[in-house]
């Protein structure tokens, strides 16, 4: 009988800890922010990365329309390093609420009908060219020539 009683105490200790788990995450979530696609990322830094490599047969060339081909978009946004939130809100004409998680490149912010939906980062040890720090671009020209791991626009 006081075996039963115990056990019956420490399921219910269980119960109230495990609701007041769920009950933090429910409370402290931020449904408005939206995270880097990981894979993504790194699928386009690898394709930066091996751009020059002669056995890839790619000649330089990064196609994101064949990176990003997963999923619909219509254009991306290419944003250099260290612009700020603001001005990445105002260019999208919206909050921007990214959330890289890695520090590091450039970011592409991939929009459908002007609204958000993936955003990668650059995570290679080249560098872009020869884009505004804000650039829009769209679909049918998000074609990319890799030189000596300088990235630019083709």
Do not use: C
Not at 61 to 72: G, K, P
Not at 107 to 116: E, H, N, S, T
Not at 121 to 143: C, K
Request: net charge neutral; glycine share 10%; no cysteine.
């Amino acid at each position: 009988m006081r075996m039963g009683r115990v056990l019956a105490l420490v399921a219910t200790a269980l119960a109230l800890l495990i609701g007041g788990l769920v009950l933090a995450v429910y409370l402290t979530r931020d449904e408005d922010n939206i995270q880097v696609d990981n894979i993504l990322s790194e699928n386009f830094s690898k394709a930066v990365a091996l751009a020059e490599d002669p056995q890839e047969g790619t000649k330089g060339v990064v196609d994101l329309r064949q990176v990003a081909s997963f999923f619909d978009w219509d254009s991306v946004l290419a944003v250099a390093p260290g612009v700020s939130r603001d001005s990445i809100s105002n260019a999208l004409g919206r909050k921007w609420t990214g959330i890289v998680g890695v520090d590091a490149g450039e970011l592409l912010i991939f929009l459908r009908g002007g609204d958000v939906v993936r955003f990668a980062n650059y995570r290679g040890t080249g560098h872009f060219a020869g884009l505004r720090p804000i650039q829009e671009i769209q679909r049918n020209d998000a074609v990319f020539r890799v030189r000596s791991l300088v990235v630019t626009l083709r």
